[in-house]
């Protein structure tokens, strides 16, 4: 019904910046809250960045300063630019998006299947 595309990972040099974009399709009515999450190896997944509908934005104290969120709305797209990377932002980044299906009322959390960024030193 939904699907949730990440794309932009890869391999960088600290200091470097990526832009991470997470498409959403299928049956959408509306977007509520979207997040950015990562996981490194051998650890949780932990939330990095959340844009709701509306209201504030709100980051992990680790990325403050160096990562934004966006989204456009027209898109159904959600953004991270990640700047000022460093090694231990090395993760899988995995989008996540609440959203009102097309239909009854009927809410779903959905997830992509993630993306690698890789910071080297």
């Known amino acids: 019904q939904v699907q949730l595309v990440e794309s932009g990972g890869g391999l960088v040099q600290a200091g470097g910046s990526l832009r991470l974009s997470c498409a959403a399709s299928g049956s959408i009515f509306s977007i509520n809250a979207m997040g950015w999450y990562r996981q490194a190896p051998g650890k949780q997944r932990e939330l990095v960045a959340v844009?709701?509908?509306?209201?504030?934005?709100n980051y992990a104290d680790s990325v403050k300063g160096r990562f934004t969120i966006s989204r456009d709305n027209t898109k159904n797209t959600m953004y991270l630019q990640m700047n000022s990377l460093k090694p231990e932002d090395t993760a899988i980044y995995y989008c996540?998006?609440?959203?009102?299906?097309?239909?009854?009322?009927?809410?779903?959390?959905?997830w992509g299947q993630g993306t690698q960024v890789t910071v080297s030193s």
């Open positions: 844009i709701p509908s509306g209201g504030m934005l």
């Open positions: 996540n998006a609440v959203i009102r299906l097309v239909g009854p009322l009927r809410y779903g959390d959905y």
